[in-house]
């Protein structure tokens, strides 16, 4: 697994990324009520906002983490928010996206780097 | 550490692992399992909340002059308000403004009043300027505030005070809550059925564990609390009413009593009664209504309104909203011209720059079980 800073996870599978937020990110947003997710076979740049995520509390935005095209969405977050409090490393992925500059993919943080970043 | 106030039950919010925030310049648990699971928890059992950061204050008169002075600074009827019994009100300004609510409670020999955390200072200072001498206003800074939200707020409060079982909505008393003598109202601010118990601040925490020792009850934060009133279409000073907007404006007419209108007993005689008085007989130009996004995106305060899905200048915004857990969607209230404030009139709110539906919709969201 890959972090970055945003607090996402990218999970390799077949030559593209898994993406979706960590543990620590969930717990921080409490109850997830609202997911808008990007279309699939868009092409974005890193740091774009591509996902509007709301808690009860606030909305917040996620960010592509690598230049790349979004080859599939998990529509069943979007049908029950709820899933990314109780699943963020498993079924309540966001997007898969194809790096197109794989190169950025070492500007990510391994998993001790993350936990030290989150302390 | 720094100028925040940390409330009488601080240690027992950090023991039971609440996720404190400033609001109002003190320290408060905003959640302890999550505001869904304690939303649900005061609509079904029961859920206690520490609001001890709101103001307590006495009225340091007999009742009868107490109510009279009052009534300068509130257009309710305060002198009607019978020993036992506590109402809504607010303190209104010239302008018609609200500047803040409050609960007006006579206990018989005294009058005792909450109003908001934020208010404390504002209202002091206009109590002190608007009440006569005699009549002193004294904010009491070493009393805690439970309130004990839910349909098994009774089931779980009358085993540590049998007095609470008899009371009805909006009933006030003094009595004994697990051996600590209380000031106790049959109140909220909710929709639930439930108390409002005031305490001593160096024995409420006694209290508190004591209810959350009863199979019923768990302990809600600041999160829940804004979920269960905005379902409950109950306002937040500063965001759904202010100084700027009037109490007919805001739907707020029920709580003017008829001995205060126009043709009552003592109508008028309050800051701003022209102005209200007059919105009484022919309506505000805006009105605040309830407002229900199509979608399942939430519209927080400060989303314009507009008629049309493009061009055109906002009409109005929302001034609270979000996830309704009981609902189960979006809900939000704002203010709209009076003439679309219909139930059914189709708007549309700017959320991310985009235009989406939204339809005024009757308040409150959740239907209210008072105990009445």
Do not use: C, F
């Given at each position: 697994m890959k972090y970055t800073e945003d607090h996402e996870w990218l999970r390799e599978e077949d030559g593209v990324y898994v993406v979706g937020i960590t543990e620590h990110a969930a717990e921080q947003l409490g109850d997830v009520v609202f997911v808008e997710l990007p279309e699939e076979g868009a092409t974005v740049t890193r740091d774009d906002e591509i996902v509007v995520i709301e808690s009860v509390k606030a909305a917040s935005d996620i960010l592509?983490?690598?230049?790349?095209?979004?080859?599939?969405?998990?529509?069943a977050i979007v049908e029950n928010p709820a899933m990314v409090n109780e699943d963020p490393l498993g079924d309540a992925w966001f997007f898969k996206i194809r790096p197109?500059?794989?190169?950025?993919?070492?500007?990510l943080m391994d998993e001790a780097a993350y936990k030290e970043l989150i302390g | 550490m720094s100028g925040l106030d940390r409330l009488p039950l601080d240690a027992l919010h950090r023991d039971l692992g609440a996720r404190m925030a400033e609001f109002a310049g003190t320290e408060m648990p905003m959640q302890y399992a999550g505001v869904i699971a304690e939303h649900e928890q005061a609509r079904s059992r029961a859920a206690l909340f520490d609001v001890s950061h709101m103001g307590q204050v006495v009225l340091h008169a007999p009742a009868e002059v107490a109510a009279a002075a009052l009534e300068r600074l509130v257009p309710q009827d305060v002198a009607g308000l019978k020993p036992g019994r506590q109402r809504y009100g607010f303190f209104t300004n010239p302008d018609g403004g609200i500047e803040d609510d409050l609960m007006i409670a006579n206990y018989g020999d005294t009058l005792r009043l909450v109003v908001n955390a934020a208010r404390k200072a504002a209202d002091l200072a206009l109590l002190r300027a608007g009440l006569p001498e005699g009549v002193a206003a004294e904010l009491l800074a070493d009393r805690a505030l439970l309130a004990l939200q839910g349909p098994e707020a009774e089931a779980a409060l009358a085993p540590l005070a049998p007095g609470a079982a008899a009371m009805r909505f909006m009933d006030v008393a003094e009595f004994e809550v697990a051996g600590v003598p209380a000031w106790v109202s049959r109140s909220g601010y909710t929709g639930e059925d439930g108390y409002e118990i005031s305490l001593p601040a160096d024995r409420a925490e006694d209290v508190a564990r004591a209810l959350l020792d009863r199979p019923e009850v768990a302990p809600a934060g600041l999160g829940a609390r804004d979920t269960l009133r905005l379902e409950a279409g109950l306002c937040l000073y500063g965001q759904d009413i202010d100084s700027g907007t009037t109490p007919v404006e805001a739907g707020l007419g029920w709580a003017i009593q008829k001995a205060r209108r126009a043709g009552g007993a003592r109508a008028g005689g309050f800051p701003g009664a022209a102005r209200i008085l007059n919105e009484m007989d022919e309506g505000a130009a805006r009105a605040r209504v309830g407002l229900r996004p199509e979608g399942r995106a939430p519209m927080r305060a400060g989303v314009p309104l507009y008629a049309q899905q493009e061009g055109g200048a906002p009409l109005g915004a929302v001034t609270s909203g979000g996830f309704g857990p009981t609902v189960g969607a979006p809900v939000a209230m704002g203010y709209v011209p009076a003439g679309l404030a219909r139930q059914g009139q189709r708007l549309f709110g700017e959320v991310r720059g985009r235009r989406l539906p939204v339809t005024v919709s009757d308040l409150p969201f959740v239907s209210a079980s008072y105990k009445t």
């Open positions: 592509a983490p690598v230049d790349g095209e979004i080859v599939e969405v998990n529509e197109s500059d794989s190169a950025q993919l070492d500007d | -």
